[in-house]
């Protein structure tokens, strides 16, 4: 079974500075996705970012990008110019290629951006 | 807008009770997967279908059942409801059973009394 760690359960920045959200993941898969899902107070799941695992090239979306380890397990999301409407939940996921196609979540971690 | 919907969007209930959710997934999309976010539990993934079939399940409780339809749309039936079972349940639809695609519904805000 596949398990995803967010060890920051809230965290805060300030508007226009960079922030970096932490997510470990345990699995014995060699194929997967890492993603990290945004949820803002309207409770809407928005994609942010998807990593495949067997690109080596860190994903970047505009503002976003992820810092990939696959050695270590660890997916990390890079905000870079904080505004305020990044302030939501932000949830690591994983999903293995061939095994049910469901999302594993972690906890989550809320952040707040601040003016 | 993800272009998956979901109806209700809020439900008030009591225990014991049975409801139904209701989930049409994105135009060309196949396969509809159900998730349940609790405060105690997270996020957590119930089960998956596709085409029809049932393809994938994870935590689902017995007293919960899910079928799709032939114009795809999903129902997701919660019945004995209990007091735990409050929380926003989450429709996802992708184009193949492979899931790397997944746009995410607005939720069913599920409350019981």
């Known amino acids: 079974a596949q398990t995803v760690t967010q060890s920051q359960p809230e965290m805060s920045v300030q508007e226009a500075e960079t922030v970096t959200l932490s997510c470990t993941y345990d699995t014995s898969e060699s194929n997967y996705y890492l993603f990290w899902y945004k949820q803002p107070p309207s409770r809407q799941m928005i994609l942010v970012i998807r990593?495949?695992?067997?690109?080596?090239q860190n994903a970047t979306e505009n503002r976003f990008s992820v810092n990939f380890q696959k050695a270590a397990k660890s997916f990390s999301l890079k905000i870079s110019d904080s505004q305020l409407g990044d302030t939501a939940m932000y949830f690591c996921a994983f999903m293995a290629s061939n095994a049910g196609n469901m999302l594993t979540f972690g906890g989550g971690t809320r952040l707040m951006v601040k003016p | 807008d993800s272009g998956v919907t979901q109806t209700p969007k809020h439900l008030i209930t009591a225990t014991g009770q049975r409801v139904t959710l209701r989930c049409s997934p994105r135009s060309g999309d196949l396969s509809v997967y159900w998730y349940q976010q609790s405060l105690d539990q997270g996020l957590q993934f119930l089960i998956q279908?596709?085409?029809?079939?049932?393809?994938a399940k994870g935590n689902i409780l017995e007293r919960f059942s899910a079928q799709q339809f032939p114009d795809l749309h999903s129902e997701l039936n919660l019945s004995s409801l209990e007091l735990g079972d409050s929380a926003l349940y989450f429709c996802?639809?992708?184009?193949?059973?492979?899931?790397?695609?997944?746009?995410f519904g607005p939720g069913t805000r599920l409350t019981v009394l």
């Open positions: 996802a639809s992708s184009v193949v059973v492979d899931g790397a695609h997944v746009s």
């Open positions: 279908y596709y085409n029809g079939e049932e393809r």
């Open positions: 990593q495949e695992a067997y690109k080596q």
